[in-house]
């Protein structure tokens, strides 16, 4: 969800709503400024209210990294758009040559790129599998892009797994041959 607050368009990464019987309840929010990338906490009454933001949404591709800009391309009409790396954030991680993301407009303006909730990189470097009947056992992994993060014992080097990259966890093995899901 996009919402407009203070003139800027802010996304709700996460929330959780604390309070009892007795006492009024507050959402509790992480919000991300689509216009700047600044994630900030924030804590709102039950009663408060704000607009939805009028998004447009596109199907675009990411091409390259040049500099400080992330350079994407629209599926439809190859126009090239390009967002700052502050902008990407963290999310640059989980960004793949040719991968098709969806893209978020306000005003014609783009603004940001919304990941998808899982994605399938291959497996670059990891220790050795060992198979045992113990799935609480991680290991630290280094996929594709750089990233790392921890997974099961039984993953080895050049397996695709699928990694969640809200949460930047491991999701599960990648069984397919194209790493799509379906």
Known sequence: MVFMIDGAPQELEDYHVSGT????????????NLKTGKVIDKVFAENERFPLA????RRV??????????????VENYEELDL??????ERRWFLKENEEY???????KFLDIKMP????FKVLET??????????????????????????????TGDQIWVDPQLR????KDTTETGARG
């Open 21 to 32: 019987a007795q006492t009024r309840h507050k959402l509790h929010s992480r919000l991300r």
């Open 54 to 57: 009028d998004l447009q949404k």
């Open 102 to 108: 969806t893209a978020l407009f306000l005003e014609g």
């Open 127 to 156: 220790d050795p599998p060992i198979r045992s009947g113990n799935t609480s056992n991680w290991k630290p992994a280094k996929i594709e892009t750089g990233f790392e993060l921890m997974v099961p014992m039984f993953v080895e």
């Open 84 to 89: 700052p790396a502050d902008q990407i954030g």
């Open 117 to 120: 909730a899982s994605s399938s």
């Open 61 to 74: 591709q990411f091409s390259y990294q040049q500099g400080e800009s992330y350079m994407f391309s629209d």
């Open 169 to 172: 966890k491991y999701q599960g």
